[in-house]
């Protein structure tokens, strides 16, 4: 099983601010499938990027992925009051499926 | 637009039953892999179990193998999880999700439901 590794836990920033989120993988993710999702309180989560790199449908392009083999990173380039909230990275190259533990972006 | 409806949450005791449906529309149904994927109050997201476009393949968590089964009915667009000897640890909101690309496993997800929560406990 692929274990991801997101940090850091916690990551308290201003509107205006660029976010750089972190997510390591315990070996290599094959083809780079790795993806993010955004999570709102009480809401389902939303793919962001995909591919490691490539933007989902409808997302702005503040929000930018990147890495490959066992280091991926979130970038949000200027924050916008709607980002903040949790965010997860998700391997899919190989079964089982599995998740990061989550960054929480908070206001500053 | 693309819907996905989950059901069938609810209270059950340990070692007890339950089906979750998840009722799909807006897509054909029958050319996508769909997914269970949970999470436990306050915690992260958790990978529960997959199925492929036309059922003949899938695949499941360590933490459920055995005990759930994901089935679906591609003539009524139904993704359904039969989950049986169900354990306080199953406690969580659980989504079905669908992948995005039309008969090509890629396991991500560009559309989730609104999720069902299933609480278990005496």
């Known amino acids: 099983e692929i274990v991801l590794t997101q940090s850091p836990g916690t990551l308290s920033l201003s509107p205006g601010e660029r976010a750089t989120l972190s997510c390591r993988a315990s070996?290599?993710?094959?083809?780079?499938?790795l993806a993010w999702y955004q999570q709102k309180p009480g809401q389902a989560p939303r793919l962001l990027i995909y591919?490691?790199?490539s933007r989902a449908t409808g997302i702005p392009d503040r929000f930018s992925g990147s890495g490959s083999g066992t280091d991926f990173t979130l970038t949000i380039s200027r924050l916008e009051p709607e980002d903040f909230a949790v965010y997860y990275c998700q391997q899919y190259g190989s079964f089982p499926i599995t998740f990061g533990q989550g960054t929480r972006l908070e206001i500053k | 637009q693309v819907q996905l409806v989950e059901s069938g949450g609810g209270v059950v005791q340990p070692g007890g039953s339950l089906r979750l449906s998840c009722a799909a529309s807006?897509?054909?149904?029958?050319?996508?892999?769909m997914h269970w994927v949970r999470q436990a109050p306050g915690k992260g997201l958790e990978w529960v179990a997959f199925i492929r476009y036309d059922g003949s393949n899938k695949y499941y968590a360590d933490s459920v193998k055995g005990r759930f089964t994901i089935s679906r009915d591609n003539s009524k667009n139904t993704l359904y999880l039969q989950m049986n000897s169900l354990r306080a640890e199953d406690t969580a909101v659980y989504y079905c999700?669908?992948?995005?690309?039309?008969?090509?496993?890629?396991?991500?997800?560009?559309?989730w439901g609104q999720g069902t929560l299933v609480t278990v406990s005496s």
């Open positions: 591919g490691a790199s």
């Open positions: 807006g897509f054909t149904f029958s050319s996508y892999g």
């Open positions: 999700a669908k992948e995005e690309w039309e008969l090509l496993h890629l396991y991500y997800f560009d559309y």
């Open positions: 070996q290599s993710v094959s083809s780079s499938y």
